[in-house]
């Protein structure tokens, strides 16, 4: 295989950080690589910074799309890599200096020459309107086999704590040819890729022990839209089931979010989640340390009990049976 590296940017109106990110990418110190940015329809300096980027390093292309989503964009980016190795990163992050060259000596080492995926740690740091650091994480991960991974993905509650993402993973080439980002996701699409990939035969996941990335936190990117989150998160559940319907039992964030919406009364995220559970049978832990209630007749008359009582009588009232079930 040769030693040329696709680094794969795409944006969509972050330019203010772009030009930190691809030099970040230039800066490596395994020099021979490729920058493709893809540029998802912004309207705002990213070509005017793109542009500049370009005409200043020849490893740089830019290309600009019609708004279609992440999933479209990296997809776009990949068809035009030209390298046996690929690495999707945000816009409005940056790689450590020598992740490239860890990641591709830990996958010479191995031996394997094809459907290799290398991961490594990464960092979050959470910064204010002006920049400034508030504060920051290092999701510290190891070796672990697939199935650990799958679990570990699956048992996701909150938080930087996946252990694979386009910023802390090299793969190789090949592993495009028979899949692609879902690009009917609008979010969740790369973990969904990652359970693809987890699920297939003969791939090997690879731990390479260095900070790969710096993942930013930030007012642009923080995630508004929680309804969309939400209905995303459904989707991939629903996925994930039809791919393997042994992977749900491993998932416990159905129970907190079903317990959101009995508190709250939403009744539209009620009935999606209850018919998530009728179709799936998903475990529902409304409380940690409480008992599966993954019954939909059961989750009614709890949701029916919050009509009439307020949410103090409720949790009392749960407590008293879960002290009753010990």
């Known amino acids: 295989m040769s030693q040329l590296v696709s680094v794969i940017i795409p ?6 950080y772009l030009e930190a990110s691809v030099r970040s990418v230039l800066s490596q110190s395994h020099s021979e690589i490729e920058c493709i940015i893809v540029d998802d329809g912004s309207t705002d300096d990213t070509k005017n910074i793109a542009d500049g980027l370009v005409r200043n390093d020849s490893r740089v292309s830019y290309y600009f799309k019609e708004n279609g989503g992440a999933a479209s964009a990296r997809n776009f980016g990949v068809r035009y890599a030209r390298g046996d190795w690929v690495i999707l990163m945000d816009s409005d992050d940056w790689m450590c200096p020598e992740t490239i060259e860890i990641q591709l000596t830990r996958a010479r080492e191995s031996g394997l020459e094809s ?6 740690d990464f960092e979050v740091v959470w910064q204010d309107s002006g920049g400034m650091v508030k504060d920051r994480y290092t999701n ?5 086999t697939k ?8 048992s996701y509650e909150a938080g930087p704590t996946m252990p694979l993402s386009p910023i802390n993973t090299l793969l190789s080439r090949d592993i495009f040819d028979s899949v692609a980002y879902d690009e009917s996701f609008g979010g ?11 699920l297939m035969e003969g791939t090997a996941f690879l731990y390479a022990k260095t900070v790969a990335s710096v993942y930013r936190i930030h007012g642009s990117n923080t995630f508004r839209d929680k309804d969309r989150m939400f209905d995303n998160y459904i989707r991939f559940l629903y996925a994930t089931h ?20 009995i508190m709250q009364k939403d009744k539209k995220k009620f009935e999606v989640l209850v018919a998530l559970v009728k ?6 832990y409304l409380f940690k ?27 009392e009232l749960y407590e008293r049976v879960l002290h009753q079930r010990q």
């Open 242 to 261: 039809n791919k393997d319907d042994s992977l749900l039992r491993y998932c416990v964030r159905i129970g907190p979010l079903l317990r959101n919406a």
């Open 140 to 144: 510290n991960l190891s070796q672990m």
């Open 11 to 16: 944006t969509y109106n972050v330019g203010q």
């Open 279 to 284: 179709s799936t049978r998903v475990p529902v």
């Open 147 to 154: 199935q650990q991974l799958i679990e570990r993905i699956m």
């Open 289 to 315: 340390n409480g008992i599966n209630i993954n019954l939909p007749v059961v989750l009614r008359m709890i949701y029916l009990l919050r009509t009439v009582l307020p949410a103090r009588q409720m949790l």
């Open 115 to 120: 459907k290799v995926i290398v991961y490594s």
């Open 188 to 198: 969740w699409e790369e973990i969904n890729l990652f359970i693809d990939l987890l």
